[in-house]
């Protein structure tokens, strides 16, 4: 049985509420972001890595004197990666330590309850 795209996309945001916190906890332990999603407690769910296979979370993260992340999840869509059985939108969510390392964001834009910015990948 095939979810509604409100069911999807209510999975995928409670995976990505997961993985944002998962990221935060790795830096409180050890003083840097992850540089992959794989190393993660959540990478042996599924779930996660069929997603993250399939292009529904990205993520990148550098080192540094000023450590940052940026975690994008996308919304089910039509498109679809070669190989992939999840559907893409050009919409999502996004989320990092630093506002300026966040894409096409508005000075007054504001995150969701979970800390989350809308973001538009046209």
């Known amino acids: 049985m095939a979810c509604s795209n409100r069911e999807e996309n209510l999975k995928r945001e409670r995976i990505a509420i997961q993985i944002k916190s998962e990221i935060e906890y790795y830096y409180n332990q050890n003083g840097f972001y992850p540089e992959s999603l794989d190393v993660l407690p959540i990478s042996n769910n ?30 089910d869509g039509m498109l679809r990666r070669q190989g992939s059985d999840h559907g893409l939108s050009w919409n999502g969510e996004q989320c990092g330590n630093d506002k300026t390392h966040l894409l096409l964001m508005s000075e007054d834009s504001q995150p969701d309850s979970n800390g989350f910015f809308s973001i538009d990948l046209h």
């Open 46 to 75: 599924t779930d996660f890595i069929s997603y993250y296979k399939g292009g529904v979370f990205r993520y990148t993260s550098q080192k540094g004197d000023k450590p940052w992340y940026h975690f994008i999840w996308v919304y």
